[in-house]
């Protein structure tokens, strides 16, 4: 059965079960590892729980509901945010490793692959970082939240007459290098099929038994939100290789 709900915020020092180089070897796996659907699902499960469990050791506060992250910064305190590979963030947070972004593009290239998010976006800003990228594991997305470091350079993007979505106004290219310490969260998006359902809260157990009984069990997402807004720029990584 669901828990009643999750807390919010939960903190938590868990004695380790893996080490760094075991959840690092799982994410990759499930990106290029051919897998029945049950196979998958159960991976992508297990990789969820141990990105928790190791993000919690680094520092985390754990977050169920997403919103709560909004109430930590000022209406002008402004963030830079993008969509990332998974695999790119845990080794920035695990190993602090430096990550490069836009360094794909060519010469005069300027795409958009940020937002510029304050807390008066709020899920807009965050929506809109989701669909900058397609940056996945197995199913999993992860936004990745910074404060824009002196080795980051932030280019507005041109918004089109012909393009009337008004959350364009928040994208950005972004091109340089994010360092871990610059790192304030990391909101994680799992398919409901493939998240733990120990770890649903009630509301979110019925929503997704609701989309079952109505045939789109594919459609529900599930949001997790990492901050590290506490870590100190000193922190080192904490799990073992």
Do not use: C
């Not at 520092?59 to 209406?75: E, F, K, S």
């Not at 490793?97 to 976006?121: H, I, Q, Y």
């Not at 789109?216 to 073992?240: D, I, K, T, Y």
């Amino acid at each position: 059965m669901p828990n009643a709900g999750i807390p919010s915020p939960e903190r938590a020092r868990m004695k380790p079960r893996y080490s760094t180089g075991e959840l690092l070897e799982a994410i990759e796996a499930i990106k290029t590892e051919p897998r029945t659907s049950i196979e998958r699902r159960e991976a992508v499960q297990h990789v969820f729980e141990r990105m928790k469990q190791a993000f919690l050791e680094a520092g985390a506060t754990y977050y169920a509901d997403v919103n709560d992250i909004y109430g930590m910064y000022g209406q002008d305190e402004e963030l830079v945010v993008r969509r990332e590979d998974p695999l790119a963030i845990a080794q920035s947070i695990l190993w602090n490793r430096d990550l490069p972004v836009g360094t794909g593009e060519r010469p005069g290239e300027v795409s958009a692959n940020s937002v510029a998010w304050r807390r008066s976006d709020g899920e807009l800003g965050l929506k809109t970082a989701f669909l900058e990228g397609r940056a996945t594991a197995g199913g999993i997305a992860t936004v990745v939240g910074i404060r824009r470091g002196t080795d980051l350079e932030l280019r507005t993007i041109p918004q089109s007459e012909f393009d009337p979505r008004p959350d364009r106004r928040l994208v950005r290219n972004a091109t340089g290098i994010i360092h871990p310490n610059e790192i304030e969260f990391v909101i994680v998006r799992v398919p409901a099929t493939h998240f733990p359902k120990q770890d649903m809260t009630d509301e979110e157990a019925d929503r997704y038994e609701d989309e079952i009984e109505s045939g789109h069990r594919n459609r529900m997402q599930v949001l997790r939100a990492f901050s590290f807004r506490s870590r100190s720029s000193e922190a080192s990584p904490v799990a073992a290789e």
